[in-house]
Nanobody, 126 residues
């Protein structure tokens, strides 16, 4: 049973940066595609927005158009940790950010991810 725990969220001004971390334990997380999703206030769980993901060996990293050029995902399999570096933050990036693990290559849909963290709040003030 894979367990994921996010950290690093907080309040930041527009244009600022944050780095989120996701620690994994209890399973073969190093062989999973790892992704980040976000859920804005008032949105349903099913409407979680795909942000970015990275394949098991880090060869492929892919992102939603809304964050390309601003957000970067990386992973350290030795530490079972995935990172999300966010720069140029905008108020519309405000959401709870979730880390998720999938056994599907280049997964992007929430239903393709079987394991989820509890989420960390990111708030961007204007």
């Amino acid at each position: 049973q894979v367990q994921l725990r996010e950290s690093g969220g907080g309040l930041v001004q527009a244009g600022g940066s944050l780095r989120l971390s996701c620690g994994a334990s209890g399973g073969t997380s190093s062989t999973d595609t790892m992704g980040w999703f976000r859920q804005a206030s008032g949105k349903e769980r099913e409407a979680r927005e795909f942000v970015t993901a990275i394949t098991s060996d880090g060869t492929y990293a892919y992102s939603a158009d809304s964050v390309k050029g601003r957000f970067t995902i990386s992973r350290d399999n030795a530490k079972n940790t995935v990172y999300l570096q966010m720069k140029g933050l905008k108020p519309e990036d405000t959401a709870v950010y979730y880390c998720a693990a999938s056994s599907i290559f280049k997964a992007t849909r929430p239903y393709q991810f079987g394991y989820w963290g509890q989420g960390t709040q990111v708030t961007v003030s204007s």
